[in-house]
């Protein structure tokens, strides 16, 4: 059985754990957290110098960090790689943005609100600049959304499982999603798709 290493209130955490829910997967989570230090603890930093959860570990110990990899290498062969090669490319299109023009404002301006340990980093030089970068992110997603009902295209993906993550709570970091409506009614699309499981929702022990 792989393990995630991971914190329950982190949307790249999230990630994972929502995948494998929906595959029906079994796994083990272990929390590991920045709030106490435990991803910078040595035990955890021999697995991923990096530093940073989520991480997966496979049975006979071998490691994979960053959470769009671990999104596409779980779901290889399922209905969350579309087939399609062009798909399958806005698939990875829609992911490298998560990581480069969403997550850095829309999950960071979170973490800045709500982080007791981030406070301290919550200049409001940040919170403007986070707030400027994440409202133009969800005005690229908003434009998406008005053509397709998913970022790869008509059905769901790996890509949409990505933006989720973050996008559900952006309301947490003070962006207001009523002014998104293709958004929010893309949120709706993704939690009812079968074996949809909220943020806080962990495997039994
Ligand atoms: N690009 C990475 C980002 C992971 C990341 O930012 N992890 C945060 C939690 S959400 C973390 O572990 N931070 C460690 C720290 O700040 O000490 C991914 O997508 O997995």
Same mark, same amino acid.
């Given at each position: ?29 272990? #929390? ?24 997966? #570990? ?76 994440? #409202? ?35 309301? #947490? ?33």
């Amino acid at each position: 059985m792989v393990t995630i290493y991971g914190m329950i209130d982190s949307g790249n955490c999230y990630k994972p754990r929502l995948l494998m829910a929906k595959l029906g997967r079994s796994f083990r989570h272990v #929390e590991i957290s920045s709030h106490d230090g435990g991803t910078r603890a040595d035990a955890f930093t021999a697995k991923n110098p990096n530093a940073m959860v989520p991480l997966l #570990e496979f049975d006979d110990g071998r490691v994979l960090a960053e959470s769009n990899a671990m999104l596409l290498h779980l779901a290889e062969g399922t209905r969350f790689v579309p087939q399609d090669a062009y798909a399958r490319a806005l698939t990875y299109q829609w992911l490298f943005f998560e990581q480069y023009s969403h997550e850095p404002y829309i999950a960071v301006r979170r973490a800045l609100l709500t982080f007791p340990s981030r406070k301290k980093d919550a200049t409001p030089e940040r919170l403007a600049q986070t707030l400027e970068r994440g #409202e133009k992110a969800l005005r690229v997603m908003e434009r998406r959304l008005d053509e397709t009902p998913f970022f790869a295209g008509s059905a769901i993906s790996v890509a949409d499982m990505a933006l989720f993550a973050y996008t559900h709570v952006a309301g #947490e970091g003070g962006f207001d999603l009523s002014a998104y409506p293709a958004v929010a009614a893309w949120i709706a699309r993704v939690e009812n798709d079968p074996g949809h499981v909220p943020m806080n929702w962990l495997p039994a022990a």
